[in-house]
């Protein structure tokens, strides 16, 4: 029996025993329902909104959705009571722009030996057409340490091109029984996603290359929607305009229908991109500029939206080697290109001036990290509409980074915003997200102690009325964000159950960001649908028809493995591994 098998059937025997008598006189086959699906959270102190708090209060949440939320609301009678009273409930968070759960491409054929200034338009990045609905995978590790950190819905795009694809809101649940990934897509406005990403190889091969294709590419799409027109209206004189991918998959983009996202990495391709969407005429919302002073005049001039990144550098101790322990003072010429300061004459001489040469290079990386911190307070002072995107930050970063861009002078009411409401305006769902409101969908993050403090505790996460608890606050013990370990190979492991030890292998092959593998136990073997590795975490999914996802996370410490077999809903059983020698 494989470990998917084991483990459904001690989880069945688990709920079985936890069940009622009258209970249990159900089919082995019918699913295993919660005992209700309403949910009181009692005595909290609720923050509403970004500035809005009500203390001592109660949520009601049924169905999916928030029934009631005030001081004087009556607890339904079949709702299952969560004594809230040292708890802090907000919106759940809102991730303007990411990419988890969304597989990357794979790379293009670099045997292709057709024209390469004229390559087939998937090697080329000119994808347009696909959909990050159809891409979604909520088995990825990623979605479940987005979740821990306090998230509940997330805006995907697919990872790769220059018109990469359109984007979705999907809540970051998992699927239940006879439920697919197509099932968390919220309804709403999809965006259009641009990046600024050459092709490998092939034309475009340059950033002015790719600025090239994008104007062409939304001028041809216009005369495409314009021949359109014209044969409605005429119904005859002109030919019928034929289905053509590229174009018809730009169609939104030309018609308004979503937000224009164009993702870039720095100041100076958000220039560019400011300045091309101007001349296709298109208001973008930008994302993934670290260090927004140099574009917020022009930002505020256009009413540009930016979604900000969540990731920050790493900080800089003060270099004391120098000048007895004190760094020393540079007084030389400098040149500001965009605000962004350098010294232009740093020479050393000799051996002399090394201390002096490590002490300023020392205070100029930790100027460039404190630009950084301060990004989105200056956004916020600016007035320039703006959400956090999580794109490539580690999850196990973001409160922390939180606390320093709060640090730096963001208001904690500003940096909430740009987690909940602010991001759900911008996509178009605030309908239904952003906010702790009636009638909303019942998407809460519950913490012991303020948001965006170094003592915050992620203690519960609810997506769409489905509570996971996050234990310890969130994280896997012993885990080290800064560890280097290597997790491919073959591994023995051993689960502890109810009913016994198990035993079985698993093994783990690729490289950073690309690893799979496979589960093994009594001869059949399931493939693994996630793996990742964070410093010393390693973390891996896999599908079971039976209970839903499994996910196996832990941490290795040389050749030995250890943490936990975890199944929706029904628990966590303790699981061991070592690793076979080569």
């Known amino acids: ?218 001028e041809n799409a216009r005369r495409r929607d314009a021949s359109r027109l014209a044969f409605d209206e005429e119904r005859g004189g002109t030919a019928r305009p034929r289905f053509d991918p590229v174009l018809d998959g730009l169609r939104p983009l030309i018609d308004g229908d979503g937000p224009f996202v164009f993702a870039v990495d720095g100041w100076l391709d958000g220039f560019r991109a400011l300045r091309a969407s101007g001349e296709m005429g298109l208001t973008p919302i930008l994302a993934g500029v670290p260090d927004a002073a140099p574009l917020v005049e022009k930002l505020r001039a256009g009413r540009t939206a930016v979604f900000a990144p969540l990731a920050l550098p790493d900080t800089v101790a003060a270099d004391t080697s120098a000048a007895g322990g004190a760094a020393p003072a540079v007084d030389r010429p400098t040149i500001s290109p965009g605000e962004a300061s350098f010294i232009s004459n740093r020479r050393i001489l000799s051996y002399r001036d090394t201390d002096g040469e490590r002490a300023a290079l020392t205070g100029q990386r930790r100027e460039a990290v404190a630009r950084f911190e301060r990004s989105p307070a200056a956004l916020a002072a600016a007035e320039v509409p703006f959400a956090f995107a999580t794109l490539d930050v580690k999850p196990g970063d973001i409160h922390a980074n939180l606390h320093r861009m709060v640090e730096a002078g963001l208001s904690p009411d500003d940096a909430l915003e740009a987690l909940t409401i602010g991001p759900a305006r911008l996509l178009g769902v605030d309908r239904d997200l952003g906010t702790v409101e009636e009638g909303k969908l019942a998407n809460l993050v519950v913490t012991v102690g303020d948001l965006f403090t170094d003592s915050t505790e992620v203690r519960h996460v609810i997506v769409e009325g489905v509570a996971y608890e996050v234990e310890g606050g969130g994280g896997v013990a012993g885990a080290d964000p800064d560890a280097v370990v290597q997790a491919v190979g073959t591994w023995d492991y051993e689960v502890s159950t109810p009913a016994g030890t198990q035993e079985g292998r698993f093994t783990v092959e690729g490289s950073a960001g690309s690893f799979t593998g496979t589960i093994t136990g009594d001869g059949e073997t399931d493939p693994l649908t996630s793996v990742t590795v964070e410093g010393n975490v390693l973390t891996m999914t896999f599908q079971s028809d039976d209970v839903g996802t499994v996910t196996i996370a832990g941490t290795i410490a040389d050749d030995a493995f250890s943490g936990t077999a975890e199944i929706a809903s029904f628990g966590s059983f303790p699981i061991t591994a070592t690793r076979r020698p080569e």
């Not at 802090?88 to 024209?115: H, L, N, Q």
């Open 1 to 218: 029996m494989a470990l998917r098998h084991r483990l459904a059937a001690v989880a069945a025997l688990a709920c079985c025993l936890a069940l009622p008598a009258r209970a249990q006189g159900i089919s082995a086959e019918t699913p295993l329902r919660p005992v209700t699906q309403t949910l009181a959270l009692t005595n909290a102190r609720v923050v509403t909104a970004p500035g809005e708090v009500l203390e001592r209060a109660t949520v009601v949440v049924r169905d999916g959705r928030i029934e009631a939320v005030g001081r004087d609301v009556a607890v339904p009678f079949d709702a299952r009571v969560v004594e809230a009273d040292s708890f802090t409930v907000y919106a759940a968070f809102v991730d303007a722009f990411g990419t988890a759960g969304i597989k990357k491409a794979e790379s293009p054929d670099e045997r292709y030996e057709g024209d390469r200034g004229a390559p087939p338009r998937e090697l080329a990045g000119i994808t347009p057409d696909r959909q990050a609905r159809d891409l979604y995978d909520p088995t990825d590790a990623r979605v479940k340490q987005l979740r821990e950190a306090g998230f509940g819905a997330a805006h995907v795009a697919p990872q790769e091109g220059l018109f990469s694809g359109r984007g979705a809101v999907v809540l970051l649940r998992e699927t239940g029984r006879q439920e697919s990934a197509p099932a968390l897509v919220l309804d709403g406005p999809a965006s259009t996603v641009a990046r600024l990403d050459p092709a490998s190889g092939v034309y475009p091969a340059t950033v002015m290359g790719v600025l090239a294709v994008l104007r062409e590419t939304v």
